[in-house]
């Protein structure tokens, strides 16, 4: 099975990678984690700082599972791609951002999907595993929503522009 993690460039998120690389011991998985400005040694898995839009678009075709932050960037490419998507919120207690603007980003996708949904959200990263295992199992061929609502692809794009509109 092969990952792409992403942090994102704006901040590192030592949390989500310290995870990712223990629970990947276990499970011996090809872990490739775009990482930030994060200087920790990680042992289970290859780490690089930053990727170029053509390395990022190819990592993404590489593999099988994205797990990211939840930023809107990721989760819209990998909606396009019909991707296995887990993303987890930085949080502010921990200093992973300024403010909580990724609990409100999840708290709009989340209802959108379902034990069947290629997107799913981990709001803690001790149940990445759990979650991580869930979504494996599921074939490319499922949808990315579960909803009926956002089985039309045609006003996704809307759909998603208002989500956004409404929180600004």
Not at 42 to 47: A, E, N, R, S, V
Not at 81 to 99: G, S
Not at 112 to 120: D, F, P
Request: charged residues 25%.
């Amino acid at each position: 099975m092969k990952v792409l993690v992403t942090v994102g460039a704006q901040l590192p998120f030592e949390r989500l990678i310290k995870a990712i690389n223990d629970i990947n011991k276990p499970l011996n998985l090809n872990v490739f984690a775009q990482v930030g400005d994060d200087l920790n040694a990680y042992d289970g898995i290859q780490t690089i700082d930053f990727l170029s839009s053509n390395e990022y678009e190819a990592k993404l075709g590489w593999c099988d599972i994205v797990i990211a932050h939840a930023g809107m960037g990721t989760i819209i490419q990998c909606l396009e791609l019909n991707k296995k998507l887990i993303v987890v919120p930085r949080l502010a207690k921990f200093n992973e951002h300024r403010n909580d603007h990724q609990l409100d980003t999840i708290s709009r996708f989340e209802p959108l999907t379902s034990s069947t949904s290629l997107m799913r959200v981990c709001r803690d990263v001790e149940n990445l595993k759990n979650i991580f295992q869930e979504i494996e199992k599921l074939s490319e061929m499922n949808d990315f929503f579960t909803t009926e609502k956002e089985h039309d692809t045609e006003n996704l794009g809307t759909y998603i522009k208002k989500m956004i509109d409404d929180e600004i």
